[in-house]
């Protein structure tokens, strides 16, 4: 069954300081790849999605994910990281089929540091 | 305005009451989701539909009960609330036609239960 693991439960990091979210998955077939951002009290914002092509894809505020295959890894990036990055980050796949459902990881929180 | 509406935002209830969670949206999408987020688990899949005639279990479908009135409204309730399910409650578009998995969440309602 398809799977996400978010190693990482809560991240500090100083502003302007780089950041490096992970994001395994288990998945047998190419996967279709998400990660949201909830900023507190908010729902989830779509910030980048990866689903053929490109392994290295943009999104918005900032941020960048690659695809490896090899690792089964899907890690989140940004090279400076604002105060207003604060939030909860999920990493998520779809399951597969036509149904479009999709699984999500636990979650990781980001804090960061004036 | 929102693409995806929920009411109430906050709702406090007891024990054995029933209550309903509303969800409505604007972006025209065929397929709406429930999903409920407790901290350190994510989200997970209350149900699903694809149309109005098409309601599926998700993950965690005991206790709760949904209503599709419309393409836009997608109901969720709680015939006889418990203290755990006590939670963040989210709604959630996808089309089809556009990016199968690609989700669109309302702002949450947060639901406790004494």
């Known amino acids: 069954a398809q799977s996400v693991t978010q190693p990482d439960i809560h991240i500090t990091v100083s502003e302007g300081a780089s950041l490096e979210l992970r994001c395994n998955y288990s998945y047998g077939a190419t996967p279709y790849l998400f990660w949201y951002v909830q900023s507190p009290g908010q729902g989830l914002q779509l910030l980048l999605k990866y689903f053929s092509g490109d392994t290295l894809v943009q999104g918005i505020k900032g941020f960048e994910a690659e695809f490896k295959r090899s690792q089964s890894s899907f890690n989140l990036r940004k090279p400076s990281v604002h105060w207003s990055d604060a939030a909860e980050y999920f990493c998520?796949?779809?399951?597969?089929?036509?149904?479009?459902?999709?699984?999500f990881g636990k979650g990781t929180k980001l804090s960061v540091k004036p | 305005d929102a693409d995806v509406t929920q009411t109430p935002r906050n709702r406090i209830t007891k024990t054995g009451k029933r209550i309903m969670l509303e969800c409505s949206q604007t972006k025209g999408h065929d397929r709406m989701y429930w999903y409920r987020q407790d901290p350190g688990l994510g989200l997970r899949l209350i149900y699903y539909s694809f149309d109005v005639k098409d309601i599926n279990k998700g993950e965690i479908s005991d206790g709760y009960s949904v209503s599709r009135q419309a393409q836009a409204k997608f109901s969720l309730s709680l015939e006889s609330a418990i203290p755990n399910q006590t939670a963040l409650y989210f709604c959630?578009?996808?089309?089809?036609?556009?990016?199968?998995?690609?989700?669109?969440f309302g702002p949450g309602t947060r639901l406790t239960v004494t």
């Open positions: 959630a578009t996808s089309d089809r036609t556009g990016g199968l998995y690609e989700q669109y």
């Open positions: 998520a796949v779809g399951n597969g089929g036509s149904q479009g459902n999709l699984i």
